[in-house]
């Protein structure tokens, strides 16, 4: 397991080495070392070494460069879509320039939204298997969690499987108003 960096500043060096040999001095036998790091993070002012990195981690915003990048892309800002509304248009932000779910939203209702969104890039007149389907999703998320979006397509009933999992076919459906203009807008990404 990788060793995590944490910064401890201390401001006055003479109160942290007072503090800390108060502490050592009431401990009877030598300290384990997580009760060695608390001490410390109680000398530099801290309540525990739980503090000290959610000081440490609010301090540094360097940090959020160590995510990985599907997980450090934010949500696009901006002008709201004129022909959308306000859930299809959070939908379509989940969405990047090419018509990818980048990350899962976290309102049920525009997760509902995304998901068909997914559900454009399957063929009504084929059958898939489990691995297809998978691919499929692949290629069209970027946060990594295709068995969800599988899952939810059949929770939805915009997939039919069979009881073994083993085959899944397009279900027809139709869309609401709002989600049939966030389909028309996620073609026209998806064609670029």
């Known amino acids: ?93 989940q969405f990047d320039a090419q018509g990818r779910l980048m990350r899962w939203p976290t309102r049920y209702l525009v997760q509902r939204y995304a998901i068909w969104g997914l559900w454009l890039h399957f063929d009504g007149k084929r059958t898939y298997t489990e691995s297809e389907v998978n691919t499929i999703l692949n290629a069209r998320h970027g946060f990594g969690d295709h068995c969800t979006l599988r899952r939810e397509l059949v929770n939805m009933k915009l997939l039919a499987r069979t009881p073994d999992g083993a085959e899944y076919r397009k279900q027809p459906a139709r869309p609401e108003a709002d989600v049939a203009a966030l389909l028309r807008e996620l073609r026209a990404r998806s064609a670029q």
Do not use: Y
């Open 1 to 93: 397991m990788p060793r995590e960096a944490i910064a401890c500043p201390v401001q006055d060096l003479s109160a942290f080495a007072k503090s800390l040999r108060k502490q050592l001095a009431e401990q009877p036998e030598p300290p384990s070392h997580l009760s060695l790091m608390n001490m410390l993070a109680r000398a530099a002012g801290h309540r525990n070494l739980q503090a000290l990195k959610a000081a440490a981690a609010i301090a540094t915003p360097a940090k959020a460069s160590r995510l990985p990048e599907r997980q450090r892309i934010a949500p696009a800002r901006g002008p709201r879509h004129p022909d959308l509304s306000d859930t299809a248009d959070r939908a379509l932000r």
